[in-house]
């Protein structure tokens, strides 16, 4: 079955960086666009970044663009998610997903089908 397991992430002070990762199984990986959300305590969960199958197209939210990388390595079946200058705001709980086949639409949570369990970050000041 599809399974989505994200790790890397942790504690870190503003400005600091940290690398997420999700590994995923069951299926083939390259096949799919995949993407990463956040969810903040008491706010929904909202959009970070994606990218395509074979890594060619990348997608980000206007809150991380410039500060925040999404890569892929199909070899690894993993993404990652490269986030620098971090700022407290961006603490939250992160989760990868994976984008349904059909769908043409990365911003959208209810285009991906498969979740992972998230991973905390906490930026503090």
């Known amino acids: 079955q599809v399974q989505l397991v994200e790790s890397g992430g942790g504690l870190v002070q503003a400005g600091d960086s940290l690398r997420l990762s999700c590994t995923a199984s069951g299926f083939t990986f390259n096949s799919y666009g995949m993407g990463w959300f956040r969810q903040a305590p008491g706010k929904e969960r909202e959009f970070v970044g994606a990218?395509?199958?074979?890594?060619?197209?990348?997608f980000y939210a206007d809150s991380v663009k410039g500060r925040f990388t999404i890569s892929r390595d199909n070899a690894k079946n993993t993404m990652y998610l490269q986030m620098n200058s971090l700022k407290p705001e961006d603490t939250a709980v992160y989760y990868c997903?994976?984008?349904?086949?059909?769908?043409?639409?990365?911003?959208?949570?209810?285009?991906?089908?498969?979740w992972g369990q998230g991973t905390q970050v906490t930026v503090s000041s």
């Open positions: 990218i395509n199958g074979n890594g060619g197209s990348s």
């Open positions: 997903a994976r984008k349904a086949g059909y769908s043409y639409n990365y911003y959208s949570s209810s285009s991906y089908t498969y």
